[in-house]
């Protein structure tokens, strides 16, 4: 029934009966998947063994978008999951305003520069690049923006009542003391390119 429902309304839209804000229906599809007894799989970046987790910059995932543009979702972590004081959510709202602007003024990555903000759970940021990308291919540009915030002075961009909805829950010091960490970490052996145990060969180096 949902699947002809979703057929139904995939062939009006190739005979151009539905406009494009119609194209999908996506509360009825989770209500008839829910019906039909489907079983919600667990996400891929919940498989991955935080408990090993070292810091360094992950693919986390390569969507194909309906466009057919590859978007490359690189988990950006900075401490050691569980094992480690996560940062504090003030610091990387602070780093978040900071990263971001560096990303998007960056000559060479502003145009593929999809999204940059921070994790949940407070153990890094997730960066979306627009392209089929590799973590070794923003290394240096995650990098670079880390040296950003550790040497940043003066006022936070977009850091005001009009710009951003929480504009006073920021820690500019909390964010500069973690870029410099992460900066450390690059140094360290331990600093990876690939997630644990992953098979996935195009993933990271
Ligand atoms: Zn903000």
């Known amino acids: 029934m949902a699947d002809n429902y979703l057929e139904y309304k995939m062939e009006d839209m190739r005979s151009g009966r539905l406009g494009q804000a119609k194209k999908f229906v996506p509360r009825k599809r989770v209500a008839a998947a829910k019906q039909e ?112 915030v550790a040497g940043f002075e003066g006022e936070i961009p977009g850091a005001s009542a009009r710009d951003c909805g929480n504009y006073t829950f920021m820690d500019l010091d909390g964010a500069k003391e973690a870029a410099r960490r992460y900066l450390n970490e690059f140094e360290a052996p331990s600093f990876s390119l690939q997630y644990p145990d992953a098979t996935d060969k195009a993933s990271g180096q």
């Open 37 to 148: 007894g489907e079983q919600f799989k667990k996400i891929a970046s919940f498989t991955i063994d935080h408990t090993r987790l070292e810091p360094g910059i992950y693919v986390s995932r390569r969507d194909v978008t309906p466009c057919g543009d590859v978007i490359t979702t690189f988990d950006v972590r900075m401490t050691r999951p569980n094992r480690e004081a996560a940062i504090d959510p003030k610091a990387l709202h602070a780093m978040e305003h900071l990263v971001a602007t560096y990303l998007r003024n960056d000559a060479v990555w502003k145009d593929r520069i999809v999204y940059w903000g921070p994790m949940g759970c407070c153990t890094g940021n997730y960066l979306l690049v627009s392209g089929d990308y590799s973590s070794g291919d923003v290394m240096e540009l995650v990098r670079s923006a880390m040296r950003f």
